[in-house]
């Protein structure tokens, strides 16, 4: 039995830090989300939830002894949708207060810090789970050459301790889907079977900054240029190698000097790339240098690789898949499936540590990380009480 209104009302409160438009701008360690996760801590105190912040500002509500975690993040992309995370979040501490109400099993919370990569990929999870050392998440820079050490020292005041795995018994993160598979298909819920690898690194291009009126074009060394190519020669030679779930994507791009009469003399990109398949995330890394390589070659470009950071595929956990399956069976018959994830999730994170599951509700129109993400109120609370029937069994 959860309390509808009251999670809703937590999860609309949560939307008002760094609220823009339909959607927040609540990167990892800026001021809005700093205030958010205090807020949360607040929330997680009312609930009884012991608060703890530990070193990289990950937010646990903890209740004593054994338990199960429950959480998921509530940083947000560049341009962010207000339930990227945020539900995962208030879903756990909804299911938490109700099972407390209630006489059931022991339920903590956690936040985990920049899911959303504004330093690597899933930095807060990867470094709580022992995927990643503190040292060399520290070294790691934002786009704007601020790093994790600098970042994380605004919530040092906040830090009060470790919190070991090994006091809880399994993970369930609650999440919209951030894709259009249940809304195409009418459904209320997903069970996660899978979530997909990545890997992701920076790439630097630099050729000969000069004037745009006076070089002739087959002199130049043009950076842009060398990015146009790289990205139409990929299109055409992944193709050979990927299958129809493989995906891959420039998403920043930094050009200097960034003028209109000026020949760029150089291009940082992100270049991503996701699979479900280790060996194929590994044939596509192949692809991707021998692509970037060869461009760079013929442009007379300069090209440097920052460090490939990634996670490898995972499998959640059949137990506790079974559970959510059930759950989802009662609430939602017939309207729920059995699903992959190509979004990344702190999920894969803790499933060094411990069994996870994980349990979608549909997005509206497929839509996420944009201000219009969205999902209907009762596919919202649909899944708050998928969780907290798998919780109460
Ligand atoms: C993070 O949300 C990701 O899947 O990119
Ligand atoms: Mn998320
Ligand atoms: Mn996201
Ligand atoms: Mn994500």
Do not use: C
């Amino acid at each position: 039995m959860i309390n509808a209104e009251r999670f809703l009302s937590d999860l609309h409160h949560l939307r008002s830090f760094g609220a823009s438009g339909s959607g927040v701008v609540r990167p990892a360690y800026s001021e809005p989300d700093i205030a958010a996760r205090i807020w949360l801590a607040e929330r997680m105190s009312e609930a009884g939830l012991a608060t703890r912040f530990d070193e990289v500002g990950n937010l646990f509500g903890l209740r004593d002894g054994q338990s199960l975690l429950m959480g998921s993040h509530t940083d947000s992309q560049p341009e962010g949708g207000w339930l990227d995370g945020a539900f995962g979040v208030i879903a756990a501490l909804e299911v938490s207060r109700a099972s407390a109400e209630r006489g059931g099993p022991p339920v903590s919370v956690v936040s985990f810090q920049d899911e959303e990569g504004r330093f690597g990929v899933t930095t807060g999870s990867a470094v709580w789970s022992g995927g990643l050392e503190l040292a060399e998440a520290d070294a790691l820079l934002d786009h704007s050459g601020v790093s994790f050490a600098e970042a994380r020292a605004r919530m040092e005041h906040l830090t009060s301790g470790p919190v070991d795995a090994s006091r809880f018994t399994g993970f369930i993160e609650a999440h919209i889907e951030q894709g259009p598979v249940l809304d195409q298909a009418g459904e209320t819920l997903g069970v996660v079977t899978d979530i997909v690898g990545i890997r992701d690194m920076r790439v630097t291009l630099t050729g000969q900054q000069n004037h745009a009126g006076t070089t002739p074009m087959h002199l130049r060394r043009d950076a842009v240029q060398g990015l146009a190519r790289i990205a139409v020669g990929l299109e055409e030679r992944l193709r050979n190698v990927v299958t129809p779930t493989s995906v891959w994507t420039i998403g920043h791009v930094s050009v200097s000097p960034n003028a209109s009469s000026i020949v760029p003399g150089k291009v940082v990109f992100s270049m991503q790339w996701r699979d479900g398949d280790l060996e194929r995330l590994a044939r596509m890394e192949e692809v991707i240098r021998d692509v970037i390589g060869e461009v760079a070659e013929q442009l007379g470009l300069a090209l440097e690789y920052g460090p490939l950071l990634g996670l490898d595929p995972v499998a959640m956990d059949t137990g506790l898949q079974l559970r959510l399956a059930s759950a989802a069976d009662q609430v939602a018959p017939g309207k729920w499936r059995h699903m992959p994830s190509g979004a990344l999730h702190d999920a894969t994170n803790v499933a060094r540590r411990l069994p996870v599951a994980m349990l979608f509700v549909p997005s509206i129109g497929g839509i996420s990380h944009d201000f219009a993400e969205d999902t209907a109120e009762a596919d919202l609370i649909a899944g708050v009480e998928t969780l907290a029937r798998a919780v109460a069994q």
